[in-house]
T-cell receptor, first 120, second 113 residues
Framework: NAGVMQNPRHLVRRRGQEARLRCSPM?????VYWYRQLPEEGLKFMVY????????ESGMPKERFSAEFPKEGPSILRIQQVVRGDSAAYFC??????????????????FGPGTRLTVT | SQKIEQNSEALNIQEGKTATLTCNYT??????LQWYRQDPGRGPVFLLL?????KEKRKERLKVTFDTTLKQSLFHITASQPADSATYLC????????????FGKGTTLSVSS
């Protein structure tokens, strides 16, 4: 059973370019979360999506950042007009559809290896 | 605002000893707490989950306690090994299925032989 896949693993962009980060959740998982990890900082929640829906984007900057999780294909985190401050590791996590009764396994999140974005 | 603090940024111990990591939180009432391990250049890996109505959870050499009165969790690794060297992250969850976790900055554990 393949884990969460993210690509590219490393991405270098010049200031002003666009960055597209992809995440394929684990098979059978319909919840996707994006987190950002800045150097010396903890993981910060950005956005939570289910198929074709954004459920919670409270952690996402209002400008330049967008996310989607289409019916077919991976989830995409898109950063337009990147700036140096966007340099960070971006992690995607997935979890299975919550089961009735709140079994603890519903709350585990499985993380991908991350995409390290460097803006020059 | 919600705040999570992990006791120290770095912890150095000798092989065979028990490592104890602390996670404190304020302005939050989590339904559960999770611990993750993160190695350099990799994504976090889930280790243990403990719910608010549980006092202690064990898994092999790992033990987690959860005190909702003190708003604190302790994470213990017994008989530590150099392979346990990593950063350990504490994360809080609200209990609503599918909601995002709130993470601490992590404690980097180094186990020397």
């Amino acid at each position: 059973n393949a884990g969460v896949m993210q690509n590219p693993r490393h991405l270098v962009r010049r200031r002003g370019q666009e960055a597209r980060l992809r995440c394929s959740p684990m098979k059978g998982h319909s919840h996707v979360y994006w987190y950002r990890q800045l150097p010396e900082e903890g993981l910060k929640f950005m956005v939570y999506l289910q198929k074709e829906n954004i459920i919670d984007e409270s952690g996402m900057p209002k400008e330049r950042f967008s996310a989607e999780f289409p019916k077919e294909g991976p989830s995409i985190l898109r950063i337009q007009q990147v700036v140096r401050g966007d340099s960070a590791a971006y992690f995607c996590a997935s979890s299975p559809l919550p089961l009735a009764g709140g079994r603890s396994s519903s709350y585990e999140q499985y993380f991908g290896p991350g995409t390290r974005l460097t803006v020059t | 605002s919600q705040k999570i603090e992990q006791n120290s940024e770095a912890l150095n111990i000798q092989e065979g000893k028990t490592a104890t990591l602390t996670c404190n939180y304020t302005n939050y009432s989590p339904a559960y707490l999770q611990w993750y391990r993160q190695d350099p250049g990799r994504g976090p890996v889930f280790l243990l989950l403990i719910r608010e109505n549980e006092k202690e959870k064990r898994k092999e050499r790992l033990k987690v306690t959860f005190d909702t009165t003190l708003k604190q969790s302790l994470f213990h690794i017994t008989a530590s090994q150099p392979a346990d060297s990593a950063t350990y992250l504490c994360a809080l969850g609200s209990g609503q299925a599918g909601t995002a976790l709130i993470f601490g900055k992590g404690t980097t554990l180094s186990v020397s032989s």
